[in-house]
């Protein structure tokens, strides 16, 4: 069997769209549960990556909060891989095109999380992975002066990542409709672009880029035609090679999901890409077949451009996310992802 892709669960649908007007947060403890018990004719998950906010993970964390936090992980035979940066201004952060405030706050809380890394890269926790950024900023605002929006996103992403290279790390930028300068997968490459950084790449994520292909959020950067059916295999495949034709050059993180070809918001989170069960009937991708187009170049040649993948279920019911079934089902389409689309080392 394969060694790599490492493969990773991922914390945060324990918390993204939970909170007072949703279901309760699900604890990093029950996450990190819930993932080392999950296993596939011998094979488990490999690690995890994190998300740097309470209760999960306090971003001012202290080393010996650290410390015992990479103690706990070890304990359940884990790694961390990225983590996710809270970079929006409801939490301390601010938008990347915002005031002079917001961008300060918005590059303090990236030092913070490489900070973070580089700590439990010395703890022998981590050994790969990416800082998770996006630009704060909601589609409607950026487009009411599109060029001005995108410099000034490429501005604060360019501070960002010469922090991030004074610790070593690079900054994935999020390809989620919800993101203004990053709605489509037009607008994802020219920020990346305009930023003009080594260490700046996309973090692509199979149910939030399958709703680059429709065009939400920026209908003339559609890719299938308005009037597309599901059932059309080919012309779907003919889309996506052209959208990871274009983004799979900068993809240094990537997430497996499953997506239903509609959008889907709970508790504070925006409506993005509903990210499905893996077995949902109603999923529009066939998510181990589907992968290799980010996996693989052009000419069928594996990128091996991350050591790691990680599932993605974001606003999974609790009820949904609490049953061993699902992440056993989500380890399945792992390995097979693997198996397909992997490699030895």
């Known amino acids: 069997m394969n060694t790599y892709p490492k493969l990773h669960n991922a914390a945060w649908p324990g918390l993204v769209g939970k909170g007072p007007d949703s279901e309760p947060p699900i604890g990093l403890d029950k996450m990190l549960e819930l993932t080392a018990k999950a296993e596939v004719d011998g094979v488990k998950f490999d690690g995890i990556d994190l998300f740097l906010f309470d209760p999960h993970v306090d971003i001012d964390s202290t080393d010996d909060q650290l410390k015992s936090l990479a103690e706990k992980i070890a304990s359940h035979n884990l790694k961390v891989g990225s983590l996710v940066a809270p970079v929006w201004p409801d939490i301390d952060g601010g938008s990347a095109m915002g005031t002079k405030e917001d961008k300060e706050n918005f590059i303090t809380q990236v030092r913070k999380s490489c900070e973070i890394a580089n700590k439990l890269n010395e703890l022998g926790i981590r050994d790969y992975g990416v800082i998770r950024i996006d630009s704060a900023t909601d589609p409607a605002t950026w487009a009411k002066n599109p060029r001005e929006g995108t410099k000034q996103i490429a501005e604060t992403f360019r501070k960002a990542c010469d922090i991030a290279a ?66 059309d295999r080919e012309t779907l495949e003919e889309g996506l090679k052209t959208m990871t034709a274009a983004l799979r050059p900068w993809t240094i993180d ?92």
């Not at 409506?271 to 077995?279: A, Y």
């Open 254 to 345: 990537f997430h497996v999901a499953q997506n239903d070809g509609t959008v889907f918001g709970s508790g504070s989170h925006e409506k993005t890409g509903r990210h499905c069960q893996v077995t949902d009937p109603n999923g529009k991708l066939d998510v181990a077949h589907d992968a290799g187009y980010w996996l693989r170049d052009e000419n069928g040649e594996l990128t091996k451009a991350f050591k790691h993948i990680c599932w993605d279920g974001c606003m999974f019911p609790n009820e949904v996310m609490l049953s061993g079934k699902t992440w056993n089902d989500i380890l399945e389409v792992m390995i097979e992802v693997r198996e397909k689309h992997g490699w030895s080392e």
């Open 166 to 231: 004074d610790y070593g790390e690079s900054l994935a930028a999020e390809g989620e409709v919800c993101w203004g300068g990053m709605q489509s997968w037009k607008t994802m490459v020219d920020t990346l672009e305009a930023v003009d950084r080594d260490n700046i790449g996309f973090q692509a994520d199979m149910s939030h880029t399958l709703l680059y292909l429709l065009g939400t959020n920026k209908p003339e950067d559609r890719i299938l035609p308005e009037d597309f059916d599901w059932d």
